[in-house]
T-cell receptor
């Protein structure tokens, strides 16, 4: 499999649930990113990992918890989310200073 | 603070009707400017990287150009399959993060 993959593609969860999003990149990149995309708004950077080390937490609420066990895998753990957290969550990978490649995204709905 | 503004927000074109999208940016030193295409419900697809003023890149009916303050994405003789949202992003020298614009949604009617 090539590029950046994300699972699941769609997720519906209640506000008391705990779920995880998974991202895997097959491009040999050293950096991985989580973005949130809401309707009519620019992409919002959430977290950055560079060589498995978190280098950015863009003021994201603690109900979102990232994990990067190695340079190819990235997780976003979700718990006690709010309805306003419903959005498309995108994972990307890249090499510092160059273009990023995105996965297909997970469409999250919080009920 | 880095800013990226894309215009127009939406663009409706007839098939074959060429047009241009604008991306204006304010950044303290530009490392690179990127164009992406995004189809509904999918992740952005990388199109071009531009590094310096005067640079141009082409791919099929798309051509991207760069000045010191803005970039244009020209669509020549568009087809319905060119319908998508086009995103612009800048990468400043003093940061490793990209700043994205809100995008221009292009609809091409047959």
């Amino acid at each position: 499999e090539t590029g950046v993959t994300q699972t699941p593609r769609h997720l519906v969860m209640g506000m008391t649930n705990k779920k995880s999003l998974k991202c895997e990149q097959h491009l040999g990149h050293n950096a991985m990113y989580w973005y949130k995309q809401s309707a009519k708004k620019p992409l919002e950077l959430m977290f950055v990992y560079n060589f498995k080390e978190q280098t950015e937490n863009n003021s994201v609420p603690s109900r979102f918890s990232p994990e990067c066990p190695n340079s190819s895998h990235l997780f976003l753990h979700l718990h006690t989310l709010q309805p306003e957290d419903s959005a498309l969550y995108l994972c990307a990978s890249g090499r510092g200073g160059r273009e990023q490649y995105f996965g297909p995204g997970t469409r999250l709905t919080v009920t | 603070e880095d800013q990226v503004t894309q215009s127009p927000e939406a663009l409706r074109l007839q098939e074959g009707e060429s047009s241009s999208l604008n991306c204006s940016y304010t950044v303290s030193g530009l490392r690179g400017l990127f164009w992406y295409r995004q189809d509904p419900g999918k992740g952005p697809e990388f199109l071009f990287t531009l590094y310096s003023a005067g640079e141009e890149k082409e791919k099929e009916r798309l051509k991207a150009t760069l000045t010191k303050k803005e970039s244009f994405l020209h669509i020549t003789a568009p087809k319905p399959e060119d319908s998508a949202t086009y995103l612009c992003a800048v990468h400043p020298f003093n940061d490793y993060k990209l700043s994205f614009g809100a995008g221009t949604t292009v609809t091409v009617r047959a």
